[in-house]
């Protein structure tokens, strides 16, 4: 690799890692910039997912104080979120690249807007059950469940999509949110991390510098996060989820 060619990957994971600890949308970076200098697809998005999974781990540690008033949620949460990313490992190894990308754009589309009438629907919701706040229901198992199997299979979008399933089922402080979605993006990328590791399809010179730098980007974004405004950052994730829509439905 050339230095421009370290230059890039390692600036393009650093801003993955903070994007995805802030609001979701990291790949838009990291995964583009690997097929710039050169990695093949498939490759790309194995050493992307390597990449960005000690990131998410790291932001999650970040903002440990908002994630540990979850803590009695964490295991089934988390056992949700393993079986969902296996799941959705398996079935890309079975299915061609290129139909699931012609469904991304209508799946970051849909998560957006999901995100964007989060606060009515869950207010719809609460009203529905007759409680307010957070509900893990069997609902909202399966939405975290679907979540979970499309990070597993593709992973683009994969932070918005979790942010407006978690809003949904009654979160409202979006640290709190950024929290519980980098702890169960980690437990998806382990799954993602051994799948692609076993299966030889990382290419360890470019991942090596990513993890350093998706690592350093992870930690200093989601400390970022808890000083922002809540409505900054709910705009900033409705933003990107309509730049991921757009960028992906544009033509190759």
């Not at 993955?16 to 790949?27: I, R």
């Not at 807007?113 to 706040?133: C, E, P, W």
Request: charged residues 10%.
């Amino acid at each position: 690799m050339s230095a421009s060619e370290i230059a890039l990957i390692g600036i393009a994971a650093f801003m993955a890692g903070a994007m995805n600890s802030v609001a979701g949308g990291g790949t838009f970076f990291s995964f583009p910039a690997l097929l710039a200098v050169g990695v093949p697809p498939v490759m790309a998005n194995a050493s992307n997912a390597v990449a960005l999974w000690p990131a998410s781990l790291a932001g999650a540690l970040a903002s440990r104080d908002a994630l540990y008033k979850y803590r009695d949620r964490l295991l089934p949460l988390s056992m949700v979120a393993f079986l969902g990313g296996l799941l959705g490992g398996l079935l890309l190894l079975t299915v061609q690249d290129r139909l699931f990308t012609q469904l991304i754009p209508w799946l970051l589309g849909t998560a957006t807007l999901l995100f964007a009438l989060s606060g009515s629907l869950s207010r719809l919701l609460a009203r529905v059950r007759g409680t307010t706040g957070p509900s893990h229901g069997l609902g909202g198992t399966v939405f975290q469940f679907l979540v979970s199997v499309y990070g597993g299979f593709f992973g683009a979008g994969m932070g918005i999509v979790m942010i407006a399933a978690l809003a949904i089922q009654g979160h409202t402080d979006l640290n709190e949110i950024n929290a519980l979605k980098n702890w169960l993006s980690a437990v998806i990328y382990s799954v993602a991390v051994v799948t692609f590791v076993v299966a030889g399809a990382v290419s360890w010179p470019h991942t090596w510098i990513m993890l350093v730098t998706a690592v350093a980007g992870g930690y200093l974004g989601a400390r970022l996060a808890r000083r922002l405004p809540a409505i900054w950052l709910r705009r900033m994730v409705i933003a990107i989820g309509c730049g991921l829509t757009v960028y992906y439905a544009l033509p190759r």
